[in-house]
């Protein structure tokens, strides 16, 4: 039986997702009815913008990260969950 090592983490605001380094391969999110919905994560601390989504209002979201996802090399941190109510981070 082949094993995954796939894990999962739920949110509903911005912080570390303190899971350590991570690859993330998909995201699903739930966005509110105030308007459309932006999802910022960045790597640790770094200034840099590792990935940044729009989504529209009020809907479900899925997002699938082709290959082997994007590299948070120190951590995973939510920088901004505009009008986002929940998010399912799916990690490796």
Known sequence: MAMSDIQ????????SLGVG???IRQIQV?????????LTLKDGT??????DL????????SVNIPDN????????????ATNITAMT???S
């Not at 996802?69 to 901004?80: L, N, P, S």
């Open 30 to 38: 739930l966005t509110s009815t105030g308007g459309a919905g932006r």
């Open 54 to 61: 729009d989504f529209l209002a009020n809907d479900s979201h």
């Open 69 to 80: 996802g994007v590299r948070f090399q120190t951590g995973v941190t939510i920088t901004a």
């Open 89 to 91: 981070f799916f990690y």
């Open 21 to 23: 380094p991570a690859r």
């Open 8 to 15: 999962a983490k739920r949110m509903t605001a911005t912080g």
């Open 46 to 51: 770094a200034t840099a913008v590792s990935l």
